[in-house]
């Protein structure tokens, strides 16, 4: 058919991982850091109850951001399609983010 195209791989086009993967490498560190800190102890406790895989689901990347952004924005932004992306949250100038503006940078004259 003819058709070209390029694909971005999260988070850096070069390893393994996700948008979430992305997302935790520009989190704002003086916001994040007490977050992690209090919801790992949650981690632990939950696993210490032994209540089924909760403790593990709560690990996986895509809960801690759900997580972080519920924190300090609400249940309703902390969804994906309702998340606000402002420097509040995240470090948009972190050079996590190179790779990825350099993708972008290819498409746009």
């Known amino acids: 058919m003819g058709i070209d195209f390029e694909i971005f791989l999260f988070p850096n086009h070069n390893i393994d991982g996700n948008l979430e993967t992305l997302l935790l490498s520009i989190v704002q560190e003086h916001k ?5 800190l209090h919801y790992n102890n949650y981690i632990e406790f939950t696993n210490g109850l032994n209540i089924g895989r909760y403790g593990h689901e709560l690990q996986d990347n895509k809960m801690r951001i759900f997580n972080y952004c519920q924190v300090y924005t609400g249940m309703e932004k902390a969804r994906e399609e309702n998340r606000d992306y402002d420097i509040l949250h995240w470090d948009l ?6 790779p990825l503006q350099l993708f972008f940078k290819k498409f746009i004259t």
């Open 32 to 36: 994040y850091d007490p977050f992690s």
């Open 93 to 98: 100038s972190n050079i996590s983010l190179e």
